[in-house]
């Protein structure tokens, strides 16, 4: 059973351009969780995503950024126009459940911002 | 500001001592999950102690939760090189409508042979 995949591993854009961000959950999820994670810090939520549904996207930015999870494929993260500040390791999590006891991380993509 | 803060910010330690490191909190928790993350990796679950109790053990880890002083505290016993790595803390709020999870900016362990 293949945990949660993410790619690309590593993104590098530069100012102005979109940065796609790709995430399968693990066989049987169907909640999906991006989070972001700047040097040094902790994670902070992004968004929460059921199949074709955005739950609770009270981390995500206002402008530039959204996300989806559609009936078939992988959840995707955008960013249109990344800035500098977006550069960051975005993780991906996955569970059976809302309400799940552990939720199972994917190893990230680092997004790079020349 | 996050709802679990870790201390210390960083342990350094030599192989087969102790390392402790406690996360508060502010608000009512239903669950308080531990996490560790090694260097350009994602996370691995440790642990999870629920609000009811007050200890739990997994192999060389210890847990203790005191929700009266909304705090948590992780030990590892008799640490080894590969224990080095971040560990966070994430609590869920009894006041989301779902299990949402917010994380501390964590504790780095660096464990020396």
């Known amino acids: 059973n293949a945990g949660v995949m993410q790619n690309p591993r590593h993104l590098v854009r530069r100012r102005g351009q979109e940065a796609r961000l790709r995430c399968s959950p693990m066989?049987?999820?169907?909640?999906v969780y991006w989070y972001r994670q700047l040097p040094e810090e902790g994670l902070k939520f992004m968004v929460y995503l059921q199949k074709e549904n955005i739950i609770d996207e009270s981390g995500m930015p206002k402008e530039r950024f959204s996300a989806e999870f559609p009936k078939e494929g992988p959840s995707i993260l955008r960013i249109q126009q990344v800035v500098r500040g977006d550069s960051a390791a975005y993780f991906c999590?996955?569970?059976?459940?809302?309400?799940?006891?552990?939720?199972?991380f994917g190893p990230g993509t680092r997004l790079t911002v020349l | 500001s996050q709802q679990g803060e870790e201390d210390p910010q960083a342990l350094s330690i030599q192989e087969g001592e102790n390392a402790t490191m406690n996360c508060s909190y502010k608000?009512?928790?239903?669950?308080l999950q531990w996490y560790r993350q090694n260097s350009g990796r994602g996370l691995v679950h440790l642990i999870l102690i629920r609000s009811n109790e007050r200890e739990k053990h997994s192999g060389r880890l210890r847990v203790t939760l005191d929700t009266s002083k909304k705090s948590s505290s992780l030990l590892i016993t008799a640490s080894r090189a590969a224990d080095t790595a971040s560990y966070f803390c994430a609590t869920d709020a009894t006041a989301d409508s779902w299990g949402k999870f917010q994380f501390g900016a964590g504790t780095q362990v660096v464990v020396t042979p």
């Open positions: 608000t009512s928790i239903n669950n």
């Open positions: 999590a996955s569970s059976p459940r809302s309400i799940a006891d552990e939720q199972f």
């Open positions: 066989k049987g999820h169907s909640h």
